[in-house]
């Protein structure tokens, strides 16, 4: 095997014995053990309150341990400087998280231009990046947020976290506040979007249909803790019970059969 194969089988995100708890109070996240591998989509599943978003801010260090630690290219997310990993890391949230007084071009150009590109790298890179989401930069490069729609807006923030080409995104139930025909668009777009730009993808959902959409493999979490990890395949297959109660939501069980088919 070559060492570029060896490299992409290594892990882009570590956890080791990972706590985490306010003010010493009951840990949020407890014990965790958790290795993301360079180009895998790891999807965070669970209920409000189990963890996932904290398991996400601990990543680009929006948070620090209480205990353990948690590695970043190798490197404690304490030993980096906070503003370097974060510039390292594409972070999308619900509603994009756009600043309302920048245009769409300045939303997306603003980690390059941190990063001192030149103005017309920076143009070049905005304009690619509309097109790659699908927003056509004549029409939207110079709009603000306010003047775009919601799925417009989650499309601009995916062209932000990608800017600077970062090799990790964390997306925090990116479109979890649209509308379910915008959603179920947008989770299309994405999942074609994902398999052509090879990054590593820490995803966090409550919704099971989204993850075994767009998840390499799917950890399902529960107060602070992974109680199952397993691919999309696997985790459809799964006799746990936390799981069982999951695949019941879904309404249409021939369309995910047909996800499976093909993940395993």
């Not at 297959?237 to 939501?249: F, G, H, I, N």
């Amino acid at each position: 095997m070559s060492g570029l194969d060896n490299r992409n089988h290594e892990p882009l995100v570590e956890f080791r014995d990972v706590s985490f708890a306010i003010n010493g109070g009951h840990p949020i996240i407890d014990r965790l053990d958790l290795e993301v591998t360079r180009g895998e989509t790891l999807v965070l599943l669970g209920q409000s309150g189990c963890g996932k978003t904290t398991t996400l801010r601990l990543v680009n260090r929006l948070l620090t341990p209480t205990a353990g630690q948690v590695k970043v290219e190798g490197k404690a997310t304490t030993d980096w400087d906070a503003i370097r990993l974060r510039r390292r890391t594409g972070y999308v949230i619900q509603e994009a998280g756009l600043f309302p007084h920048f245009t769409v071009s300045e939303n997306v150009g603003i980690v390059p231009s941190l990063e001192n590109w030149d103005q017309n790298k920076i143009a070049g890179r905005v304009s690619e990046l509309l097109l790659l989401v699908g927003l056509e930069p004549n029409r939207f490069a110079d709009r603000y947020p306010r003047e775009l729609s919601g799925g417009q807006r989650q499309r601009v923030g995916v062209a932000r976290a990608l800017a600077a080409d970062p090799p990790l995104l964390l997306m925090d139930e990116p479109f979890g506040a649209l509308d379910p025909l915008t959603r179920a668009s947008l989770q299309k777009e994405f999942a074609e979007l994902k398999s052509r730009l090879e990054k590593t993808v820490i995803f966090v959902t409550h919704d099971v249909r989204e993850a075994l959409m767009l998840g390499s493999r799917i950890a399902l979490m529960d107060a602070g803790k992974i109680v199952l990890l397993e691919t999309p395949g696997g985790f459809i297959k799964s006799a746990d019970e936390r799981v069982r109660a999951y695949l019941e939501t879904l309404s249409e069980p021939p369309a995910v059969a047909g996800r499976i088919d093909r993940c395993v």
